[in-house]
């Protein structure tokens, strides 16, 4: 494993590699926590209002583990978490909550620059659901990728050991000729049993600086 911040001994675009494997939130996004914070005070709540209920309540929780594997749609996710929130107004709460959240444009730009550079590219993420807001849609990543593994589609979710054998199907590659990256570091030991080279997402300055070592690309090479 990798972390952002530090150096790789296999450097300057081992030709080993042939796959990168992108998580979305957080890796493909900018931080979101701030986004989420100025969401909530805009609605009256207090800033911690959408972590706290996500992560920190057993019913917030649950209904976020359903959402992401498929078992609830957004929509009913959406009245439901209004509700925990104390929010009259539940229509496309996960689209208003994300309305401010930007793409990262240097990892953006490095995925663009390795897929230009014929890896095989790979999104690997826990959905928060697809309709009425389509996330990866929303910030324009979806076609940067030869394949798509998401949680809600597939029906199990990381740090489930299958759904990395599943991308590896679908990539058509062999674990080792892959690099998979994401910001929760309990999302990788998977990854690592397998063979996978990981890297954790701590800033996106990091990572696209280890990737660009790791790749033999340059993400400004790619930028729109």
């Known amino acids: 494993m990798h972390d952002g911040a530090d150096r790789s001994q296999r450097l300057h675009g081992d030709p080993a590699f042939k796959g990168l494997i992108l998580d979305f939130a957080g890796v493909l996004t900018e931080d979101v926590r701030a986004v989420h914070r100025t969401w909530c005070v805009r609605e009256g709540l207090d800033p911690e209002a959408w972590r706290r209920t996500l992560n920190s309540t057993e019913e917030g929780r649950r209904l976020y583990t359903e959402l992401e594997v498929g078992r609830l749609p957004q929509a009913e996710w959406n009245a439901a978490t209004a509700a925990l929130l104390g929010l009259e107004d539940g229509v496309d709460l996960m689209g208003r909550a994300w309305g401010g959240v930007r793409a990262a444009g240097h990892m953006v730009a490095l995925a663009r620059a390795a897929r230009a550079a014929g890896y095989r590219m790979g999104l690997l993420s ?99």
Not at 158 to 185: N, Q, S, T, W
Not at 214 to 221: F, I, R
């Open 126 to 224: 826990n959905s928060f659901g697809l309709d009425p807001f389509n996330p990866y849609q929303a910030l324009g990543v979806w076609d940067l990728f030869d394949v798509h593994v998401i949680s809600e589609l597939e029906g199990l979710a990381k740090p489930d050991p299958a759904i990395y054998d599943l991308v590896l199907e679908r990539m058509g590659l062999p674990p080792a000729d892959c690099i998979f990256v994401d910001d929760h570091a309990l999302n990788l030991p998977p990854a690592e049993a397998l063979g996978i080279t990981t890297v954790h997402a701590v800033s996106e300055a990091s990572t696209v600086k280890l990737l660009e070592g790791l790749l033999g690309v340059q993400a400004t090479s790619a930028a729109c």
